[in-house]
């Protein structure tokens, strides 16, 4: 991992930095919880993903992985150097093929890089998968921006080449915005909640029917 600086924020390590949580909105139909193998955890750079993604596993009993450390567990390198050394397209490619392993695991909680659904064989394959429910942790851009600056601070936590630009980093909110919510089962608006109650609106959510799109 690489050390933050102020020029690329960055995000937690799983299991650090307590980020806010959301209410479910209605979103398309899901599995029941104990048909569910695994939950998805999708959105913008500092929504949550990881720390929400942490406790929301040790709730089910279930693993939770973060794409992002994974695609680092497998190449042996950070994911700003795979950007510096490789360009976006390259990290992208490895994502994919990361997230394509990683959807076969059952009884986990996979929290996914804010880019990956920018892919359309990403969002295809998020679509496709049985008993997998997609949960979008969403917040404002200013939330966001706010979250990440302030993980940034923390030595521990991983840099983020594509915050380095906010006003890049805000137009591609705005393009992924739709992907995130046509992919999701479940919306939570995380801007005024904690994190635990992140967690719970996750739970009530997955365990809901959701009527159908
Ligand atoms: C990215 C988000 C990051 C990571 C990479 C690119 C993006 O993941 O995949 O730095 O383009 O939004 P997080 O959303 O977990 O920070």
Redesign the pocket.
């Known amino acids: 991992m690489t050390t933050a600086t102020l020029d690329m924020p960055a995000?937690p390590k799983p299991g650090t930095n307590p980020t806010p949580a959301g209410r479910a909105v209605p979103g398309r139909a899901v599995a029941k919880p104990d048909t569910l193998d695994r939950i998805i955890l999708t959105?913008?750079?500092?929504?949550g993903?990881?720390t929400a993604g942490t406790l929301l596993a040790d709730r089910l009993g279930w693993r939770f992985l973060?794409?992002?450390h994974e695609i680092e567990a497998r190449d042996g390198r950070t994911?700003?150097q795979i950007?510096a050394e490789h360009g976006?397209a390259h990290?992208r490619h490895l994502?994919s093929l990361t997230l394509a392993s990683l959807l076969g695991l059952r009884r986990a909680v996979i929290?996914?890089?804010?880019?990956?659904p920018?892919e359309l064989g990403n969002r295809l394959l998020l679509e496709q998968t049985p008993h997998t429910a997609v949960v979008y942790l969403s917040a404002n851009f200013d939330t966001l921006a706010a979250r990440c600056a302030a993980q940034a601070a923390d030595p521990a936590a991983t840099a983020?080449?594509?915050l380095a630009d906010l006003n890049l980093a805000e137009r591609?909110f705005r393009l992924r915005r739709p992907h995130y919510e046509r992919i999701a089962a479940h919306t939570i608006h995380t801007t005024d909640l904690t994190l635990d109650q992140t967690v719970d609106s996750i739970l009530t959510a997955i365990r809901q029917p959701k009527s159908p799109r």
């Open positions: 995000k959105g913008f750079m500092g929504s993903k990881t973060d794409l992002d994911v700003p950007f976006e990290f994502e929290a996914l890089g804010g880019g990956a920018e983020r080449p594509n591609r």
